[in-house]
């Protein structure tokens, strides 16, 4: 039994006696007031004694985000850190959160309420054929494996020091350089010419620490890299005459000194090598997809999917 004094003159609303009310019916007691004029009030309660078994409940259920959330979407991914980065960078209007394993990005899961999970590895051949795909996660969250582009061939090793994606702002950019300290003549080269004037002029604001010279294409660079000697060169890779890797292969055959070379491209590592990226990509969920969630993702995929076709060759007088 339990009771609490009401002081006269109170400015409360009465509100805590309802909820107190409520309380105490759901355990199955009952509640009265005891009053006194000028002395005040008792308030008492009994509870029933009867022991009543309990059980664990299971995790409540993941909720839907509500229709007016302003926050961005989150996703979570699984890996190392740098296909976080890889993806950020990318994909406006997300926030990913990075996962070492799959026990970690299932707890993110409960907690974070994504989107969606993204784990970057391929389909093993044995999933392929299974008419069931594995399970990943318990909870009715869209799963999406494959292999994301985050490695550098062999020769694109050789040939680059580091390889960072566009849009590249001025923290990634000088952490890149901060890789060189010896680096003080830097050429950048680039088609997109506002591009490659705000390069420099983010060099340039570093308190004259560096001297900066820009080309717009391949031969030009190639002038102006014997001019100016440079210690480090930004290389776009998708440039007309003279296209990026050819140029650093130039660049690194006739450099009297040592220098550094790092790609600033709007291309992924390893694009023109088809041997070495993802061969699947698979979405799976446990709630299943809807007629139109399938077709949403058929239309998607039509959309940015095109065959390679070889065309055969002709014989003649055939």
């Given at each position: 039994?339990?009771?609490?004094?009401?002081?006269?003159g109170?400015?409360?609303?009465?509100?805590g006696?309802?909820?107190?009310?409520?309380?105490?019916?759901?355990?199955?007691?009952?509640?009265?007031?005891?009053?006194?004029?000028?002395?005040?009030?008792?308030?008492?309660?009994?509870?029933?004694?009867?022991?009543?078994?309990?059980?664990?409940?299971?995790?409540?259920?993941?909720?839907?985000?509500?229709?007016?959330?302003?926050?961005?979407?989150?996703v979570?991914?699984?890996?190392?850190?740098?296909?976080?980065?890889?993806?950020?960078?990318?994909?406006?209007?997300?926030?990913?959160?990075?996962?070492?394993?799959?026990?970690?990005?299932?707890?993110?899961?409960?907690?974070?309420?994504?989107?969606?999970?993204?784990?970057?590895?391929?389909?093993?051949?044995?999933?392929?054929?299974?008419?069931?795909?594995?399970?990943?996660?318990?909870?009715?969250?869209?799963?999406?494996?494959?292999?994301?582009?985050?490695?550098?061939?062999?020769?694109?090793?050789?040939?680059?020091?580091?390889?960072?994606?566009?849009?590249?702002?001025?923290?990634?950019?000088?952490?890149?350089?901060s890789?060189?300290?010896?680096?003080?003549?830097?050429?950048?080269?680039?088609?997109?010419?506002?591009?490659?004037?705000?390069?420099?002029?983010?060099?340039?604001?570093?308190?004259?620490?560096?001297?900066?010279?820009?080309?717009?294409?391949?031969?030009?660079?190639?002038?102006?890299?014997?001019?100016?000697?440079?210690?480090?060169?930004?290389?776009?890779?998708?440039?007309?005459?003279l296209?990026?890797?050819e140029?650093?292969?130039?660049?690194?055959?006739?450099?009297?000194?040592?220098?550094?070379?790092?790609?600033?491209?709007?291309?992924?590592?390893?694009?023109?090598?088809?041997?070495?990226?993802?061969?699947?990509?698979?979405?799976?969920s446990?709630?299943?997809?809807?007629?139109?969630?399938?077709?949403?993702?058929?239309r998607?995929?039509?959309?940015?999917?095109?065959?390679a076709?070889?065309?055969?060759?002709?014989?003649?007088?055939?």
């Amino acid at each position: 039994q339990g009771a609490a004094g009401n002081s006269l003159g109170s400015a409360g609303k009465g509100l805590g006696l309802a909820i107190a009310k409520r309380f105490v019916a759901m355990h199955g007691g009952r509640i009265w007031a005891e009053s006194e004029v000028g002395k005040g009030s008792t308030f008492s309660f009994s509870l029933p004694r009867a022991e009543k078994q309990v059980a664990m409940l299971p995790p409540p259920p993941l909720l839907p985000l509500s229709s007016t959330q302003t926050d961005p979407p989150t996703v979570v991914v699984v890996d190392n850190g740098r296909a976080v980065t890889l993806l950020s960078r990318r994909i406006e209007g997300v926030q990913f959160l990075s996962a070492p394993d799959l026990r970690e990005a299932r707890k993110l899961v409960r907690q974070e309420h994504p989107q969606a999970l993204i784990l970057n590895r391929p389909l093993e051949m044995e999933d392929l054929g299974s008419p069931v795909p594995p399970l990943i996660l318990e909870e009715p969250v869209p799963v999406v494996q494959c292999a994301l582009p985050l490695g550098r061939s062999r020769s694109e090793t050789e040939l680059f020091d580091d390889w960072l994606v566009k849009p590249v702002g001025a923290e990634v950019l000088l952490s890149a350089i901060s890789a060189f300290p010896r680096a003080r003549r830097i050429l950048v080269v680039d088609d997109d010419v506002p591009f490659a004037h705000l390069i420099q002029r983010i060099l340039e604001a570093q308190e004259g620490r560096f001297q900066v010279a820009t080309a717009h294409d391949g031969r030009s660079a190639l002038r102006l890299a014997e001019e100016f000697s440079p210690d480090l060169v930004l290389l776009d890779i998708a440039l007309p005459g003279l296209e990026g890797r050819e140029l650093a292969t130039v660049l690194r055959q006739r450099a009297s000194q040592e220098v550094a070379i790092i790609a600033v491209t709007a291309l992924q590592p390893d694009m023109g090598e088809t041997s070495s990226g993802a061969r699947t990509f698979a979405v799976t969920s446990l709630m299943g997809f809807s007629e139109e969630e399938l077709l949403a993702l058929i239309r998607a995929c039509l959309h940015h999917l095109r065959p390679a076709y070889v065309a055969e060759p002709v014989v003649a007088g055939s």
